[in-house]
């Protein structure tokens, strides 16, 4: 009797238990090997995009601030004075760049200056930056100076 080619491919006994045995754990491995990969991607990958996007948040506050600092020193240079006028320039500038003018200390030194003297514009806010995994907070204070000159006799 003469097997049929279906037939003659088909193992029996020990040998065929083997392979069955070994396609079983292969299927498992692959299985594990998607979950290992998923996993990476996760606890690996996943915070390194939040602290990308962490940093360019600060990037853009800092952007802002630095505007505004220097559009201040400008005004306090032209004007020769720390007034209301400069202060509300400045928090022009900071709500232009989608900040928040109450969330920002701003510090004018000297309050006067004559023809030719700096006068110092500081702008500084403090930026929580939060990565969810592993939970990481820090409080980074972000400061922006700018010098002006004194372009009034008083």
Not at 1 to 15: S, T, Y
Not at 18 to 33: D, F, H, P, T, Y
Not at 37 to 46: E, K, R, T
Not at 143 to 154: A, K, L, M, P
Request: glycine share 8%; hydrophobic share 45%.
């Amino acid at each position: 009797m003469e097997l049929g080619p279906c037939q003659q491919n088909e193992q029996h006994g020990p040998a065929a238990v083997a392979n069955a045995l070994k396609a079983r754990r292969r299927s498992v491995q692959e299985g594990q090997e998607t979950l290992q990969a998923i996993l990476a991607v996760s606890f690996i990958l996943l915070p390194v995009l939040f602290g990308i996007l962490e940093f360019g948040d600060v990037v853009h506050v800092w952007i802002g601030q630095s505007a505004a600092a220097a559009m201040g020193a400008r005004m306090a240079g032209e004007r020769g004075e720390d007034d209301a006028v400069v202060r509300q320039r400045i928090e022009t500038e900071l709500a232009d760049a989608g900040l928040d003018p109450a969330h920002v200390q701003i510090e004018i030194t000297p309050a006067y200056v004559h023809w030719s003297q700096p006068i110092t514009v500081q702008v500084t806010s403090t930026r929580r930056i939060a990565i969810p995994f592993p939970p990481v907070h820090w409080d980074i204070p972000i400061t922006s100076t700018y010098v002006g000159r004194g372009e009034v006799n008083h």
